[in-house]
């Protein structure tokens, strides 16, 4: 084999046990601390909003296993290029391994929630990475001129190297096992849950909407920063609420299932949505009313946010007369009938009723703070997204789809609006250059839900574009004009294109 590509193997070899073992001892401590996810996170932090946005747009809700994807090929070219300093010198491969635990170390210990203990998992892969350098380039014995030349073959070098193989594949089969174990027992403290009935249940859904009106679990939308889905212990999970309250107190999860529980059809969306875009859904939420628990610590004059914050250290502001003044403003528990999936928020998150997700639905939340927009910025609005995140008017179609292929004549267009906390008092429709048209609008629960609309139109055989506008409770039409997400929500009217066939 090439000395070069001998070289570059070793690299990859190397780097791969070290890693495979890190992720092993990040799946016993903590395995948001594993070098890959820890990496990946300070990525996601530190990348230019307009990099979020097309991550979004292009990838979906798949950008996590791109990022990952990315970082894995980054990873494997650093590993190449330490094997061929290391077999130069073995000093470079062994500067190369400690510099690959710093940047681990250093990102893990950047995480808002890291405890010293994040450090080992990339200390040790570190370390592990140098062993596997110095196995699979010991230093060259010294030889007479007259010595004979090295056989080609290696038998020691193979057996190391077939040695670190197979240690590689058991800590990353270990670290897998591991994971669904967590993973497995976070599942088995969520099946154990019984939601006790709410004091305050939902209306009855009223009769003759679409199917779809409800989003199933399975296919809510999810988009957050969290590479890791967190695993929850119900047992040590607290919720504590502090700041400029009176009295500050901390929760369990059985304290809150004691106190009376609302239960309420909710639209959600994120402010990543353009326009047209997935990622909005309805559910049956049931939780514990936000403001009276704010009241009892004992709100202080002063006080304009309210500051979630994640198990992971996620955090997202609240305006603090929005949580008091919105009716059915909840910390959830339950979501379709069940306790919160994993990835939405288990054991407990916090959902706003017409404010986007970014700024009233933390995810796996275990703080409330109560200060000031002066005195704190969250999250995203470091970033340059706005404190203040009221849900625009909006619609979307959804039947036809975009580029589809109709028959001519009459048909049936469909999609949904809404206007959380305003309501949807009308939708129209246009064909081509046709005067607007108002559709059918579908009974709805209340103002904090989407609406569903339909109408049917004739169509003649050929190319057609079909728009859709809204118009919310408080008479406003919603806007025409473009606007991407940034910095507080897309505008404009959804618009397709369609082929009606002879």
Same mark, same amino acid.
């Given at each position: 084999?090439?000395?070069?590509?001998?070289?570059?193997?070793?690299?990859?070899?190397?780097?791969?046990?070290?890693?495979?073992?890190?992720?092993?001892?990040?799946? @016993?401590?903590?395995?948001?601390?594993?070098?890959?996810?820890?990496?990946?996170?300070?990525?996601?932090?530190?990348?230019?909003?307009?990099?979020?946005?097309?991550?979004?747009?292009?990838?979906?809700?798949?950008?996590?296993?791109?990022?990952?994807?990315?970082?894995?090929?980054?990873?494997?070219?650093?590993?190449?290029?330490?094997? @061929?300093?290391?077999?130069?010198?073995?000093?470079?491969?062994?500067?190369?391994?400690?510099?690959?635990?710093?940047?681990?170390?250093?990102?893990?210990?950047?995480?808002?929630?890291?405890?010293?203990?994040?450090?080992?998992?990339?200390?040790?892969?570190?370390?592990?990475?140098?062993?596997?350098?110095?196995?699979?380039?010991?230093?060259?014995?010294?030889?007479?001129?007259?010595?004979?030349?090295?056989?080609?073959?290696?038998?020691?070098?193979?057996?190391?190297?077939?040695?670190?193989?197979?240690?590689?594949?058991?800590?990353?089969?270990?670290?897998?096992?591991?994971?669904?174990?967590?993973?497995?027992?976070?599942?088995?403290?969520?099946?154990?849950?019984?939601?006790?009935?709410?004091?305050?249940?939902?209306?009855?859904?009223?009769?003759?909407?679409?199917?779809?009106?409800?989003?199933?679990?399975?296919?809510?939308?999810?988009?957050?920063?969290?590479?890791?889905?967190?695993?929850?212990?119900?047992?040590?999970?607290?919720?504590?609420?502090?700041?400029?309250?009176?009295?500050?107190?901390?929760?369990?999860?059985?304290?809150?299932?004691?106190?009376?529980?609302?239960?309420?059809?909710?639209?959600?969306?994120?402010?990543?949505?353009?326009?047209?875009?997935?990622?909005?859904?309805?559910?049956?939420?049931?939780?514990?009313?936000?403001?009276?628990?704010?009241?009892?610590?004992?709100?202080?004059?002063?006080?304009?946010?309210?500051?979630?914050?994640?198990?992971?250290?996620?955090?997202?502001?609240?305006?603090?007369?929005?949580?008091?003044?919105?009716?059915?403003?909840?910390?959830?528990?339950?979501?379709? $009938?069940?306790?919160?999936?994993?990835?939405?928020?288990?054991?407990?998150?916090?959902?706003?009723?017409?404010?986007?997700?970014?700024?009233?639905?933390?995810?796996?939340?275990?703080?409330?703070?109560?200060?000031?927009?002066?005195?704190?910025?969250?999250?995203?609005?470091?970033? $340059?997204?706005?404190?203040?995140?009221?849900?625009?008017?909006?619609?979307?179609?959804?039947?036809?789809?975009?580029?589809?292929?109709?028959?001519?004549?009459?048909?049936?267009?469909?999609?949904?609006?809404?206007?959380?906390?305003?309501?949807?008092?009308?939708?129209?429709?246009?064909?081509?250059?046709?005067?607007?048209?108002?559709?059918?609008?579908?009974?709805?629960?209340?103002?904090?839900?989407?609406?569903?609309?339909?109408?049917?139109?004739?169509?003649?055989?050929?190319?057609?574009?079909?728009?859709?506008?809204?118009?919310?409770?408080? $008479?406003?039409?919603?806007?025409?004009?473009?606007?991407?997400?940034?910095?507080?929500?897309?505008?404009?009217?959804?618009?397709?294109?369609?082929?009606?066939?002879?």
């Amino acid at each position: 084999m090439p000395n070069r590509l001998r070289a570059a193997l070793t690299g990859l070899l190397a780097a791969a046990t070290g890693i495979a073992v890190a992720e092993l001892v990040a799946a @016993l401590i903590n395995p948001a601390a594993g070098p890959a996810v820890a990496v990946g996170s300070v990525l996601i932090d530190a990348a230019p909003t307009p990099v979020k946005t097309f991550a979004v747009r292009t990838f979906g809700t798949a950008d996590k296993p791109a990022l990952l994807a990315g970082i894995a090929a980054a990873l494997a070219a650093v590993a190449i290029a330490v094997g @061929l300093l290391a077999a130069r010198r073995r000093a470079y491969g062994l500067i190369g391994a400690a510099l690959f635990a710093a940047a681990g170390a250093a990102a893990a210990l950047s995480r808002p929630a890291a405890v010293l203990s994040d450090l080992i998992p990339s200390l040790t892969g570190g370390a592990v990475t140098a062993v596997a350098l110095i196995l699979l380039n010991p230093r060259p014995a010294v030889r007479s001129p007259e010595a004979p030349a090295p056989a080609t073959f290696d038998r020691r070098r193979f057996l190391t190297a077939a040695a670190l193989v197979s240690a590689a594949a058991v800590a990353g089969g270990s670290a897998v096992a591991v994971r669904r174990a967590r993973g497995g027992a976070a599942k088995r403290s969520r099946d154990a849950v019984r939601l006790p009935a709410p004091a305050d249940p939902a209306r009855p859904l009223p009769t003759g909407q679409d199917p779809g009106f409800v989003t199933a679990n399975r296919d809510f939308y999810r988009v957050d920063t969290a590479l890791t889905v967190p695993r929850v212990d119900l047992d040590s999970w607290r919720l504590r609420i502090h700041g400029q309250v009176g009295h500050p107190r901390t929760l369990t999860f059985a304290d809150l299932l004691d106190r009376p529980l609302t239960e309420r059809h909710i639209t959600l969306n994120c402010v990543s949505n353009e326009v047209g875009g997935p990622y909005i859904g309805t559910a049956r939420w049931l939780g514990v009313p936000l403001a009276p628990l704010l009241r009892e610590a004992g709100i202080r004059p002063g006080a304009d946010q309210v500051v979630a914050r994640s198990v992971d250290g996620m955090t997202i502001g609240t305006p603090l007369t929005t949580v008091l003044e919105t009716p059915d403003v909840m910390l959830c528990v339950g979501m379709n $009938g069940e306790p919160l999936p994993l990835e939405h928020g288990f054991p407990v998150r916090m959902l706003t009723p017409g404010v986007y997700g970014y700024a009233g639905a933390c995810k796996w939340l275990t703080e409330l703070e109560l200060t000031t927009f002066d005195a704190f910025d969250a999250y995203w609005v470091v970033r $340059g997204w706005a404190a203040r995140a009221p849900v625009k008017t909006a619609s979307r179609i959804d039947r036809p789809a975009p580029l589809s292929h109709v028959p001519a004549g009459r048909a049936t267009i469909a999609g949904v609006a809404w206007a959380q906390g305003r309501g949807i008092t009308a939708v129209e429709v246009q064909v081509d250059d046709e005067p607007w048209q108002r559709a059918e609008l579908l009974p709805v629960p209340s103002h904090d839900t989407w609406v569903q609309w339909r109408t049917t139109r004739t169509v003649q055989p050929g190319l057609h574009t079909i728009r859709v506008r809204a118009t919310d409770g408080t $008479g406003a039409v919603q806007p025409d004009q473009r606007a991407t997400p940034f910095p507080d929500g897309a505008t404009g009217w959804h618009t397709i294109t369609i082929t009606a066939d002879p």
